[in-house]
T-cell receptor
Framework: GAGVSQSPSNKVTEKGKDVELRCDPI?????LYWYRQSLGQGLEFLIY????????KSGLPSDRFSAERTGGSVSTLTIQRTQQEDSAVYLC???????????????FGQGTRLTVV | AQSVAQPEDQVNVAEGNPLTVKCTYS??????LFWYVQYPNRGLQFLLK??????LVKGSYGFEAEFNKSQTSFHLKKPSALVSDSALYFC???????????FGSGTRLQVQP
């Protein structure tokens, strides 16, 4: 597609339920990132995938969070047993190679607004 | 570790006046610096970046930024603000070989007519 696509755009879930957020990166981009943007906060790095390398999961806030990337393309971020503090906008981004490497910028999707009630 | 600071939560400016959104960084190597803009209910849009070379970088929508190594700053500027520039602005930094971009907390720019 022309840009990074995320679905759903909005998700309301009950506390304790599991949710899956999807990201379709720009075709051909080898790097994919997940960030979290809480109200009034900056962007918090969660995880990134680069080609066939093992993902960097160092930003995941707890073991309730996981992500996978199938076939080097679509990625799913899963949050188990959601808590109210998980409410945020989850942003996905992709880049032709590691963003920041040699000044490569990342291209962002419009995000998924998650509300845990 | 790499970090970015945006000291102002909000900047207010009148339309037609010059604007500056401040950013300072801390890295252990040579930085790559970026500015992104976020309009309401939208994702982040890339504005400009500094890699190397000329300290004054020009980007989209008439924005520019000046890299100052001695002050470790990368302030975003525009000579004449428009109401449509009102948005949330993020500064980001990375260095060679590091994982992902590290973002500042964001600065909300309000341009009054």
């Amino acid at each position: 597609g022309a840009g990074v696509s995320q679905s759903p755009s909005n998700k309301v879930t009950e506390k304790g339920k599991d949710v899956e957020l999807r990201c379709d990166p720009i075709s051909g981009h080898t790097a994919l990132y997940w960030y979290r943007q809480s109200l009034g906060q900056g962007l918090e790095f969660l995880i990134y995938f680069q080609g066939n390398s093992a993902p960097d999961k160092s930003g995941l806030p707890s073991d309730r969070f996981s992500a996978e990337r199938t076939g080097g393309s679509v990625s799913t971020l899963t949050i188990q047993r959601t808590q109210q503090e998980d409410s945020a906008v989850y942003l996905c981004a992709s880049s032709p190679r590691l963003a920041g490497s040699a000044g490569t910028e990342a291209f962002f999707g419009q995000g998924t607004r998650l509300t845990v009630v | 570790a790499q970090s970015v600071a945006q000291p102002e939560d909000q900047v207010n400016v009148a339309e037609g006046n010059p604007l500056t959104v401040k950013c300072t960084y801390s890295v252990s190597g040579n930085p790559y610096l970026f500015w992104y803009v976020q309009y309401p209910n939208r994702g982040l849009q890339f504005l400009l970046k500094y890699i190397t070379g000329d300290n004054l970088v020009k980007g989209s929508y008439g924005f520019e930024a000046e890299f100052n190594k001695s002050q470790t700053s990368f302030h975003l500027k525009k000579p004449s603000a428009l109401v449509s520039d009102s948005a949330l602005y993020f500064c980001a930094v990375s260095i060679t070989g590091r994982r992902a971009l590290t973002f500042g907390s964001g600065t909300r720019l309000q341009v009054q007519p």
